[in-house]
């Protein structure tokens, strides 16, 4: 569902201007109005979805080509030395904008000042993982 207050509707309907870098009938990309990295991109779905969990798999699709394209064109032309792709779901995750969007960070050297740092917590050393893969396998 389209929502009037949603900024990246007004955006896929140029209602509010961004800079954008692509657009076709169902995808736009712009550049983050608040740059973690020079060339910070996000890309969406022109159509209203909440967030990735939220979106039919064809657009899905669509905006992940977009997004890998974006993430050449960053490596070679911007000489980032590495991307990451990331998309938050809902606000326990991050998620401050509620239209689903894929970020494309460029990253240039360690020291860029985004982190995303995947730590093993030790307190978990103790779970038993097949029920877990098991629970989940259930419901797939
Ligand atoms: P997230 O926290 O994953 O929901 O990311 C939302 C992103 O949207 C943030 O990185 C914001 O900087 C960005 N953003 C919010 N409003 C605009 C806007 N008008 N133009 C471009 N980027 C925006
Ligand atoms: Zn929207």
């Known amino acids: 569902m389209a929502t009037?207050?949603?900024?990246?509707?007004?955006?896929?309907?140029?209602?509010?201007?961004?800079n954008i870098i692509y657009e076709d009938d169902d995808v736009i990309a712009f550049l983050d109005a608040s740059q973690v990295?020079?060339?910070?991109?996000?890309?969406?779905?022109?159509k209203h979805y909440e967030n990735f969990l939220a979106t039919p798999h064809y657009?899905?699709?669509k905006v992940m080509i977009v997004a890998?394209?974006?993430?050449?064109?960053?490596?070679?032309d911007f000489k980032?030395?590495?991307?990451?792709?990331?998309?938050?779901?809902?606000?326990?995750?991050?998620?401050?904008?509620?239209?689903?969007?894929?970020?494309?960070?460029?990253?240039?050297i360690s020291s860029d000042g985004f982190r995303l740092e995947f730590m093993e917590n030790q307190e978990l050393s103790n779970l038993n993982l097949p029920a877990i893969a098991n629970q989940?396998?259930?419901k797939i």
């Open 4 to 18: 009037n207050n949603c900024i990246f509707c007004k955006i896929a309907n140029h209602i509010i201007p961004s």
């Open 80 to 108: 980032a030395k590495g991307i990451n792709i990331l998309t938050n779901c809902y606000e326990a995750a991050g998620q401050s904008v509620m239209h689903f969007h894929v970020h494309v960070i460029p990253r240039y």
């Open 68 to 76: 890998q394209r974006i993430g050449q064109i960053l490596i070679k």
């Open 37 to 46: 990295t020079v060339g910070h991109t996000l890309v969406i779905p022109k």
């Open 59 to 61: 657009l899905i699709s």
């Open 136 to 138: 989940i396998k259930d």
